[in-house]
């Protein structure tokens, strides 16, 4: 599966993890020369405390398109070390 947003594999991987219908790559796959730094936190009730970073690609950026959780809960181990994208970002085969 390919994560693409604006014309650019993100993230590429045959090793998916579908969690709440959410696609989670491993975050090796992440091409990190397109990702930039997020303020934004999130929290979920049972995963835990989600960092997030943005998209830069093309000349332009979308921001708070990718989260992930750095020490998820016990109960969410199939999401560590994992990412997940947000609105604008499409998952292909």
Not at 64 to 79: G, L, Q, R, T
Request: glycine share 6%; aromatic share 12%.
């Amino acid at each position: 599966m390919r994560a693409i947003w604006n014309g650019t594999v993100i993230a590429e991987s045959d090793d998916i993890e579908v969690v709440e219908g959410n696609h989670y790559f491993p975050a090796a796959s992440l091409k990190r020369e397109f990702t930039t730094f997020s303020n934004h936190r999130s929290s979920c009730p049972w995963k835990g405390q989600a960092q997030w970073l943005s998209l830069f690609a093309n000349g332009e950026m979308l921001p708070d398109a990718i989260w992930f959780y750095p020490e998820p809960s016990d109960a969410a181990m199939a999401v560590k070390d994992r990412v997940a994208f947000a609105r604008g970002v499409s998952i292909v085969e």
